[in-house]
Structure formats: structure tokens, C-alpha cells
């Protein structure tokens, strides 16, 4: 237990605490950056730029390409007939119409449903979660919330304690904001958190309904292994890089804001690796880059939802991205979308960080 609370007494400092240490050395007033509800607007983004534009998308290609061939060629692996299908639970079904239903809600502007019309997010999500659990119960014969209920449950605090924790994040850079919320601090922090508690459940039901293709276990079950010769200073050195990114992140917004989405698994990843604990890298040293792949595309495929039912929304959130805003799908440019990708890694993290709680001997 006391290594456990040394581990997130560690994590939680430099996430949190660089930041804002950085800020303040640059001479920035602090509580600018800890304005809560988060509304003022202060940091002027960069314009649109061509050079960074074509510099992002060839990162982006190089990552995305190899993705896509694994995924092309693990589709022409799969042969033979397909196994038994399990039947589509009934409570699935009851996800599909309350989602539909709640996709009209949150899409319409009727004069009966205007006073609950800025709370659609988590019964919208709600149903997402319920239904990407049925997708699963009919591929496999189970699920996350019906064989893990209790880790299936515990997801949705702590997936508010986490997205939270990004929202901290973003005031250094204000890449994203809010419109059509206005509520006062208590209203705001309440119902704000449920909705974010479902970030985690959502990312976490699609990964294993994802992790279970046929596709992605022919693709990315035996890759090309990465073994770093020197793990640990390695660790040490990711580490130091990221921290610095972090403290420097509301210094130089403009530049550093990708670290919103890098840094944080970068420094839990090596935190862990240097404790010798399992973190969200270690299966591809044996080239199984199953758990990596199933989590960045879950979260994707969420983030492609999320950007979608966001666009006709009344409480809705738009996005302010130095250097790159153009090309929009919904309101996310498409450079954008990259971000999520790392963001479904760090969502394992915390998933693996939750299960250790309620199996401390998992290693």
C-alpha cells in the first residue's frame, strides 16, 4: 500500500504540479489558469500555418499507414467460417433505442425539452456504453459490465477524476472550450463530472469489443518486438523530457500543446516501468501490439462519436488549435483527430491503475 500511495503521490505531483509551477516562474498570475467555471479566453493561438500543417501530417501518416497496412493484412489473414454468434441481449437493445432517442433530443431545439435540453451528453453516452457492452455479449458470449461489474462500475468516478484532470490541463494551452453551458461553480463542477464519468467506461467497452476482432488479432498479435537495450534510462530520460515539457506547456502554448496528449503517458509509462510494474508498453517487448492497437483505435472510434454528437449540441465544446485549425470533421480539425489515439493509451493506464486497486497483487 505504501508503495501504491508513494506511486500516485509522485504521478499526481508532476502532472498537476508542473504545470503550474511553470507558469508561475514565467510570472503569470496563477489563478487565471485555476478560473473555475473555466470561461475567460487568454491565450492568443498562433494562425494557421502551412509548414507546421505539412510537418504535422507527415508525423501523422507515419504513424497512421503502418496502422492501416497492419489492419489490411490482418483482414486478408482471417479465413475459415466465422464462430458461433451469441444472441443480442435484450438490455442491448434498450441501449439502441434510448441512444436514438437521445441523439433526437440532443440534436432538436423542442420547446418542451429546452430546460433539459443542455443534459443529453450522459444518457446519450449511457446508451453508447450499454450497446458497445451488447456488441460484445453478442461476438463473445460476454462483456465488461456483466462479467466485471464491480470494475465496470468503478470506471465511472474515477473517469471523472481523470478527464477532470485534462480539463485542468487544457487551461494552459485552451486548445478546446465550452458554449451553451452556464451554470454557476456547483451546478457546473456537478454536472460536468457526470459527464465526464463516462469517458473511461466508454473507451474501455469499445477497446474490448475492438481487442476481440478477428482482424486486429491477426494484424497485431506477433509485430515487429521493441526492446530497449537500457529500459531504465530510458525511462529516466522520458521522464525528464516530458516533465520539462509539462512545466514549460503554459509558457509556450503555441508549441507544446501535442503534450496535452503525450506527456502524462509518457511519464506514468516510464513512472511504472522504473517501479518494475506492468504499464500500457510492456506486451509489445514480445510483439503483441494487440492491448496498444484495440486502445488507440477505441478511443478513435469514441472520439469519431464524441465529435459528431457534439456538433448539433446545444452544450457543445469548440476548439481553438494553434497552427493547424483547418479542414474541420465536426469541430475537430483533422490533425486533431491524432490526439486521440495517444489519449486511448493513457485511458488503459488509468484502467490498469483501477484494477490494481481492486487487485493489489497485479503486477
Given at each position: 500500500?505504501?508503495?501504491?500511495?508513494?506511486?500516485?503521490l509522485?504521478?499526481?505531483?508532476?502532472?498537476i504540479?508542473l504545470?503550474?509551477?511553470?507558469?508561475?516562474?514565467?510570472?503569470?498570475?496563477?489563478?487565471?489558469?485555476l478560473?473555475?467555471p473555466?470561461e475567460?479566453?487568454?491565450i492568443?493561438h498562433a494562425?494557421?500555418?502551412?509548414?507546421?500543417?505539412?510537418a504535422?501530417?507527415?508525423?501523422?501518416?507515419?504513424?497512421?499507414?503502418?496502422?492501416?497496412?497492419?489492419?489490411?493484412?490482418?483482414?486478408?489473414?482471417?479465413?475459415?467460417p466465422?464462430?458461433?454468434?451469441?444472441?443480442?441481449?435484450?438490455?442491448?437493445?434498450?441501449?439502441?433505442?434510448?441512444?436514438?432517442?437521445?441523439?433526437?433530443?440532443?440534436?432538436?431545439r423542442?420547446p418542451?425539452?429546452?430546460?433539459?435540453?443542455?443534459?443529453?451528453?450522459?444518457?446519450?453516452?449511457?446508451?453508447?456504453?450499454?450497446?458497445?457492452?451488447?456488441?460484445?455479449?453478442?461476438?463473445?458470449?460476454?462483456?465488461?459490465m456483466?462479467?466485471?461489474p464491480?470494475?465496470?462500475?468503478?470506471?465511472?468516478?474515477?473517469?471523472?477524476?481523470?478527464?477532470?484532470f485534462?480539463?485542468?490541463?487544457?487551461?494552459?494551452?485552451?486548445?478546446?472550450?465550452?458554449t451553451?453551458?452556464?451554470?454557476?461553480?456547483?451546478?457546473?463542477?456537478?454536472?460536468?463530472?457526470?459527464s465526464?464519468?463516462?469517458?473511461?467506461?466508454?473507451?474501455?467497452?469499445t477497446?474490448?469489443?475492438?481487442?476481440g476482432?478477428s482482424?486486429?488479432?491477426?494484424?497485431?498479435?506477433?509485430?515487429?518486438?521493441?526492446?530497449?537495450?537500457?529500459?531504465?534510462?530510458?525511462?529516466?530520460?522520458?521522464?525528464?523530457?516530458?516533465?520539462?515539457?509539462?512545466?514549460?506547456?503554459?509558457?509556450?502554448?503555441?508549441?507544446?500543446?501535442?503534450?496535452?496528449?503525450?506527456?502524462?503517458?509518457?511519464?506514468l509509462?516510464?513512472?511504472?516501468?522504473?517501479?518494475?510494474?506492468?504499464?500500457?508498453?510492456?506486451?509489445?517487448?514480445?510483439?503483441?501490439?494487440?492491448?496498444?492497437?484495440?486502445?488507440?483505435?477505441?478511443?478513435?472510434?469514441?472520439?469519431?462519436?464524441?465529435?459528431?454528437?457534439?456538433?448539433?449540441?446545444?452544450?457543445?465544446w469548440?476548439?481553438?488549435?494553434?497552427?493547424?485549425?483547418?479542414?474541420?470533421?465536426?469541430?475537430?480539425?483533422?490533425?486533431?483527430?491524432?490526439?486521440?489515439?495517444?489519449?486511448?493509451?493513457?485511458?488503459?493506464?488509468?484502467?490498469?491503475?483501477v484494477?490494481?486497486?481492486?487487485?493489489?497483487?497485479i503486477?
Amino acid at each position: 500500500m505504501g508503495n501504491r500511495f508513494t506511486e500516485w503521490l509522485v504521478l499526481a505531483g508532476m502532472l498537476i504540479g508542473l504545470p503550474a509551477i511553470g507558469v508561475m516562474l514565467a510570472g503569470e498570475p496563477l489563478g487565471l489558469y485555476l478560473e473555475f467555471p473555466p470561461e475567460t479566453r487568454f491565450i492568443h493561438h498562433a494562425p494557421f500555418s502551412w509548414p507546421a500543417f505539412a510537418a504535422y501530417t507527415v508525423f501523422v501518416l507515419a504513424v497512421a499507414v503502418p496502422i492501416c497496412i497492419r489492419l489490411w493484412t490482418g483482414s486478408r489473414r482471417v479465413t475459415g467460417p466465422g464462430k458461433e454468434r451469441y444472441p443480442f441481449p435484450w438490455w442491448g437493445w434498450m441501449g439502441l433505442v434510448s441512444g436514438a432517442v437521445f441523439w433526437i433530443l440532443a440534436w432538436t431545439r423542442m420547446p418542451w425539452f429546452s430546460d433539459l435540453q443542455s443534459h443529453t451528453f450522459f444518457p446519450l453516452w449511457l446508451s453508447y456504453i450499454v450497446v458497445m457492452n451488447a456488441l460484445g455479449m453478442r461476438r463473445d458470449g460476454r462483456c465488461l459490465m456483466v462479467n466485471q461489474p464491480g470494475f465496470f462500475l468503478l470506471l465511472f468516478p474515477f473517469s471523472a477524476a481523470f478527464w477532470w484532470f485534462f480539463e485542468y490541463l487544457n487551461r494552459f494551452v485552451q486548445n478546446w472550450y465550452y458554449t451553451g453551458v452556464h451554470f454557476g461553480p456547483g451546478a457546473y463542477f456537478l454536472l460536468a463530472t457526470l459527464s465526464f464519468s463516462t469517458v473511461l467506461p466508454a473507451v474501455l467497452s469499445t477497446q474490448e469489443w475492438i481487442g476481440g476482432a478477428s482482424t486486429i488479432n491477426a494484424g497485431f498479435r506477433s509485430v515487429l518486438p521493441i526492446r530497449p537495450a537500457k529500459p531504465r534510462a530510458l525511462a529516466m530520460v522520458t521522464i525528464v523530457c516530458a516533465a520539462a515539457g509539462l512545466l514549460l506547456i503554459g509558457v509556450l502554448p503555441n508549441l507544446l500543446f501535442p503534450l496535452v496528449w503525450v506527456a502524462p503517458l509518457l511519464i506514468l509509462s516510464s513512472v511504472r516501468g522504473l517501479l518494475g510494474k506492468r504499464q500500457v508498453f510492456s506486451e509489445i517487448a514480445g510483439g503483441d501490439w494487440r492491448p496498444v492497437m484495440s486502445a488507440a483505435l477505441a478511443a478513435l472510434l469514441c472520439g469519431l462519436f464524441w465529435e459528431m454528437w457534439n456538433f448539433f449540441s446545444l452544450a457543445r465544446w469548440e476548439y481553438s488549435v494553434p497552427l493547424v485549425q483547418r479542414f474541420h470533421i465536426f469541430e475537430m480539425p483533422i490533425l486533431g483527430y491524432a490526439g486521440y489515439l495517444p489519449f486511448g493509451l493513457e485511458c488503459l493506464a488509468v484502467c490498469q491503475l483501477v484494477a490494481e486497486l481492486r487487485r493489489p497483487n497485479i503486477a
